[in-house]
């Protein structure tokens, strides 16, 4: 008989985008501001909260209105976007 493997929340290391949020918050007078990425993994199975630069909260708010699919690697902090079968 096989051994047992047992899934749970934390063993799932690839999950699907269900939603998003961007947050901005301000720097004292002078200094920038930070921006805030919220990731909802697999209708709210998994959160995730990512620290932005100005040009990369831009550009990922580019692709992810321009991308049906995308999966979010939890421990490499990788976004995968897109889904394309071998051969198209």
Excluded: C
């Excluded at 699907?16 to 920038?32: P, T, V, W």
């Excluded at 708010?61 to 699919?69: H, I, K, Y």
């Amino acid at each position: 008989m096989a051994d047992d493997i047992r899934v749970t929340d934390d063993s799932i290391k690839v999950r699907q985008l269900s939603h998003y949020q961007f947050s901005f918050r301000a720097g004292d007078a002078g200094s920038n501001g930070t921006w805030y990425l919220q990731l909802v993994l697999d209708q709210g199975a998994w959160e995730e909260v990512l620290t932005l630069t100005a040009d990369d909260a831009d550009n990922l708010q580019d692709v992810l209105r321009a991308t049906e699919t995308v999966y979010y690697d939890i421990a490499r902090r990788l976004f995968m976007f897109g889904v394309t079968k071998p051969g198209s």
